[in-house]
């Protein structure tokens, strides 16, 4: 038998944010596929739709009106999943049925008053006011004495729960850490405890001499396969910078950000040449009052995609019972995607 190596044998590896394993199969990856590759037909989207919930000067669902706004536009989810005002915890005593009462807020932000585009079809300066947005509602819910975490994240595409094809990221803010960040808050802490520096920015170091899944850089930011990725295409945008939360960008980092924003989903809708489905989050520090120092801003991209515009991972039997696993590498995934043409591939197809 020759020696081990990544690109062949069975192997798990480990997340150092959160402590726990992938099951990296390659060998799987080179397997006959005799399933059918299909395209889908994308439908063409107007630029105003009068019966879209989101778009400027419509009436949402629940009866309220959006202003006419001109580039971004947040507001309460009209559905929240957290509440503020609920009464205080379930006096049940028996460890068997723990609950407690979970205050919070939610909130919907609209990425563009087009109700056609999306992340890698705006442009850059746009992009850069949906950060701004961002910046402010991080800061504004993160003040408020009940509220200790504030997740932002972008939910893409029908097959990722996405309700609504208009440009548009959520918001939840709320009481407790959530079991996510909570293992990163863990996990990073032990490791500035023990090394005086970020995990991330250590690691990150180290992806930029080793080259095998660093998608690209910019002046302040990385994009980047992880060595533990769960998702076939799974990614990360890094700060170059140690900073704990988008409060530490400065004017500059956030037109970086949004410059990487934009190319890494570029490459995604590339991939397939469709609009690459995803849930993408940013980490970041808790707004708990406590420093976190060691917390490290990064947005994660987890796409569901593996071989085609319709053909996606599940993460069923075993990735249920025991652990996520994936078949491609890391870092042959992160070779398809920086093989890819830089433009857009609607940009492309136009050219000719
Ligand atoms: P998703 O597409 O990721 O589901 O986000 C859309 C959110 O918008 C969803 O949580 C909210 C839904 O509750 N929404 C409103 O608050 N008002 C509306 O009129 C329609 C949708």
């Known amino acids: ?8 044998h069975s192997h798990r590896r480990y997340n150092p944010m959160t402590g726990e394993w992938v099951q990296v199969s390659p060998h799987r990856a080179k397997r006959p596929w005799q399933g059918q590759v299909e395209k889908i037909i994308e439908s063409v989207r107007p630029q105003y739709d009068p019966d879209c919930y989101l778009c400027p000067g419509n009436t949402r669902a629940s009866g309220k009106q959006n202003p006419d706004y001109k580039n971004t536009f947040s507001f309460t989810n009209d559905f ?17 049925f723990i609950s407690e009462r979970e205050r919070g807020l939610c909130k919907v932000v609209c990425f563009s008053p087009d109700h056609n585009l999306t992340i890698p079809e705006m442009s850059i300066s746009s992009i850069r006011e949906v950060i701004d947005l961002w910046v402010l509602e991080y800061r504004e819910l993160g003040k408020l004495d009940f509220i200790n975490y504030v997740q932002i994240f972008e939910n893409k595409g029908s097959i990722m729960g996405c ?15 959530p079991g996510e960040p909570q293992k990163k808050t863990e996990r990073f802490q032990e490791y500035y405890e023990k090394h005086n ?10 992806e930029l001499e080793r080259k095998e899944r660093i998608l690209f850089e910019n002046q302040d930011f990385v994009a980047l396969v992880p060595f533990w990725a769960i998702w076939p295409f799974e990614t990360m945008l890094v700060s170059k910078r140690h900073i704990t ?23 995604y809708d590339n991939l397939f040449e469709t609009s690459f489905a995803y849930s993408a989050g940013i980490h970041q520090a808790p707004t708990d009052g406590s420093l976190h120092e060691a917390w490290h801003l990064h947005m994660c ?29 890391p870092e042959q995934a992160a070779k398809m995607l920086k093989s890819l043409p830089k433009d857009h591939y609607k940009q492309q197809q136009t050219k000719f």
């Open 197 to 206: 520096r970020s995990l991330l920015l250590d690691y990150v170091e180290k």
């Open 301 to 329: 991209f987890y796409p569901p995609l593996l071989r085609s515009a319709t053909i996606k991972k599940f993460m069923v039997g075993y990735e249920m019972f025991a652990n996520p696993q994936r078949d491609i590498t």
């Open 245 to 267: 939360s988008v409060l530490g960008l400065s004017g500059d980092e956030r037109l970086s950000f949004a410059d990487a924003y934009k190319k890494l989903t570029v490459m």
């Open 1 to 8: 038998m020759n020696k081990f190596n990544l690109e062949e």
């Open 163 to 177: 309700s609504n094809p208009h440009p548009h990221g959520q918001i939840w803010a709320q009481e407790s850490v």
């Open 80 to 96: 929240s999943a957290l509440q503020p005002d609920i009464p205080m915890g379930n006096a049940d005593k028996d460890d068997l």
